[in-house]
């Protein structure tokens, strides 16, 4: 026996699957963004990596600019996480986005991250974030 689908249940199924489809459509440029600047005076190895997305080890040469753009998930609970390490300094790992639930400071808890690496710590939207770790 098919049960007919009501029009309330209908709509509620096609703002789903639309959500869904923009969300996940391809060479949909994203509102979200982490952005990083080496301003270290040697090259900088820095790979980041969601759940889903692994961006692999980018090589940064000093001065060099690198980030990527993203849509959060429908949740909310989108993670990217990035290791970086420079010759003469300990590797780091830092969670550089976590959805509505970052808890991180007030300071990098905007849609648009951008964090430097420096001799001096970690920096996020301009401000001092973090030393690197001894």
């Known amino acids: 026996m098919i049960k007919r689908m009501g ?8 703002v789903v699957v639309t959500m869904m489809l923009v969300l ?8 979200d963004s982490v952005q990083i600047t080496n301003g270290m005076d040697v090259t900088l190895l820095v790979w980041c990596k969601s759940k889903n997305d ?7 040469a000093p001065g060099q ?3 990527f753009r993203f849509n959060d998930n429908i949740f909310g ?8 390490q420079a010759r003469g300094y300990k590797l780091v790992s830092l969670i550089v ?6 808890s991180g400071p007030a300071m990098c808890n905007v849609a648009n ?3 430097t690496f ?10 001092f974030f973090e030393s690197w770790p001894h």
């Open 7 to 14: 029009c309330g249940q209908f709509l509620v199924v096609v």
């Open 24 to 31: 996940q459509a391809p060479g949909v440029e994203g509102k």
């Open 54 to 60: 692994d961006l692999g080890v980018v090589n940064m």
């Open 65 to 67: 600019v690198w980030g």
């Open 77 to 84: 609970s989108t993670l990217f996480t990035c290791s970086a």
């Open 97 to 102: 986005w976590q959805g509505w639930s970052y």
């Open 113 to 115: 991250r951008d964090w």
């Open 118 to 127: 420096a001799p001096s710590g970690i920096w996020c939207n301009g401000k």
